[in-house]
């Protein structure tokens, strides 16, 4: 992808809210209208972002009324938010977490830190773009952004899903080789975490 | 014809089940200050899971477990008849009677073992076996008191126990009403007896491991599931329904009222619920029996 | 009380470098050979029974770590700080985790971040850092930002690093320009036709 700047790099980290509607066919049209209705969220806070989550889903700035709610296990989730920066400790269980969610799925970013770094744009452990290791639909500037932010971005996501442009992991089978070589680059030979019983019970675990 | 009327039994069911956990949904929120979803959410909910691709697979058993689920749920619908009179919305409740209800009311834990032991996961197989636990205790003041009314009415057939009811059996035989009313808790998946699905404790339990389709037959059958039990306890203690409007009305109240109970109390532990279950209701029912066939 | 304790330290241990930094907190450095005694002696005879932290500071410009244990009486009201100083270089010390529990994690901590070797800690693993094959990260001598150049990425298209706020605002104030101008030549060529308009009526 050419980049020219600072007006390539807004239009693909910017949501456009008052763009025109396009949708494919009318048995696409009902399922993206249902899915985009939907929302299922893992209860998975990856970074300090996390402490804008319950705010969000709770009294105050309800995102209930959005159709949004909690899921238990990535099984039943649709949207994984990466909220906040990502250790490599951290990466690891969000790939794995990311691969053991049925498509379609969605991947909200918060903040700067998966943009470009932020605030630990000069530490040894933290990755700074996310989009290299996963694929991303929807972004949410800000350190961390506020609740409102949030449910700005969440109504971004669901107007893309609306319109079918939401596909992130349709992006992520094809190009499962660039993603891959990524990971491992940061990661090592072996991405996935090394948990099972014998791990936990006899090699030591924590 | 019979089949268009077990059709439209299954459809009022699917309809108003789903109808009443947007309500749930609904009221809660305005009990933590807030709007809740639009009150078709869990329709929606539901349809969405449809859309799903399936990315596990874990076996024949795996898959037979949410349909033994849905099969028993619409099998107990279908012996329940909606109204205390007449032949439309009967279903197939002139081939069986109370006892065939509630021995298919142990269709669903069953099935939901049978499906979540094949996955291996260990949260399922832990809410698994919570939920059968609880089951054991639960059962026993719930038959106790149903056992009582159908010998006060002198008939099995739910029909007549609607039917024969002067005053409501609710406010004649008040003990029972009280002893039946705690399983009934339980069986909604109310607090304080929901330990076997708490989404936080232990990962929504027996449903972690079911994506896509297999959720939206849970879901389904959660609802057509709520809406037979809660037409049998109407049947039982609230003196029947004549027409579809009095029906609704009924178990809306009943719905409301365990609901309410559900949003205001915490959680039991597994034991903690055996043992309350075992002790207070079932004192009450016992002690209602014997007070009601005294005489 | 004090005076006493720091009479005993300074003749036993024969070192000067006592120090009162608070009224509650007292500071002794002392050479890591004597380290264990002075330990047990505080935790036996004065009751400093509970060790709070062991943390360390790299002096790289004379190449050696400042260890520092900070011990704690049983009702809380004094603390003390004894600092030794180890090699920089295969940086090792016996582990205190037989006599305090808690040493056990704080040392597993140290060895990762700095790579000095408790000898008898039967847990020194990984912590927070998984499969790092480097220098340890808190030592001074790794440098982070060229760590970080060389194995990752940043994004591209921030080099020309215009301030967002100025930038946007020109391209609206752009925006909004061109499209009044388009109005007006709308406006102008609407005129035109009425003009036209009148002008053949006219004829």
Known sequence: MEHNGFLQEQKTLEGDLNSDTSHKSSVDFLMNWFRKRSIFVLAYGTGCGAIEMPPTFTSRYDAERLGIRGAATPRQADVIIVSGYCSYKTLRRIIRTYEQMSNPKYLLALGSCTVNGGMYWDSYNTIKKLEDYLPVDMYVNGCMPRPESILEGFIALQKEIGEGKASSWQKYEENYEFYRKNQEAVLGEKVEPSYDADWYLYDGGL | MIVIDLFLMLLVAYAVGFLYYGLYRNITARFQRRFGPPVWQSFIDSVKFFFKEESTSHGWMFYLGPIIMMSGAIMTLFFIPFFSSGDSFSGLSAYGNLFLVLYLLVLGPLGNALGVGTAGNPFGVMGVTRGLTRLFAMELPFYIAVIAIMSLSGSADIATIASGQTTFNAFAYPLLFIGALFSFIGMMGQAPFDVVGAPVEVYSGPASEFSGKFLALLMSQSAIFTFAKLVLMVHLFLGGASGFLELLLKTFVLFILVISFGSLYGRFKTPQSVDFLLKVPTTIAVVGLILATWS | ?203
């Open chain 3, 1 to 203: 009380m004090e005076t006493m304790m720091f009479k005993q330290i300074k003749s036993h241990f024969a070192t000067d470098d006592v120090e009162v930094k608070r009224n509650d907190l007292y500071k002794v450095g002392v050479r890591h050979e004597r380290l264990f005694e002075l330990i047990h002696m505080l935790r036996d005879e004065y009751d400093y029974k509970t060790l709070n932290a062991i943390t360390c500071t790299d002096w790289i410009e004379e190449g050696h770590f400042a260890l520092t244990y900070m011990l704690t009486t049983e009702d809380r009201k004094h603390t003390f700080m004894i600092q030794t100083m180890i090699n920089r270089e295969d940086a090792h010390i016996k582990s205190f985790s037989h006599e305090f529990k808690q040493a056990e994690i704080m040392e597993r901590d140290l060895h990762e971040m700095y790579g000095i070797d408790f000898q008898g800690n039967k847990n020194l693993k990984e912590l927070s850092l998984e499969n790092w094959v480097h220098t340890p990260p808190l030592r001074r001598e790794f440098d982070t930002l060229e760590f970080v150049n060389n194995n990752l990425t940043f994004r591209e298209g921030r080099d020309d690093n215009i301030d967002t706020k100025v930038e946007s605002k020109r391209l609206r104030a752009l925006k909004k320009a061109e499209k009044e101008a388009a109005k007006k030549a709308k406006e102008a060529a609407a005129a035109e036709t009425v003009k036209d308009e009148e002008v053949k009526d006219g004829k």
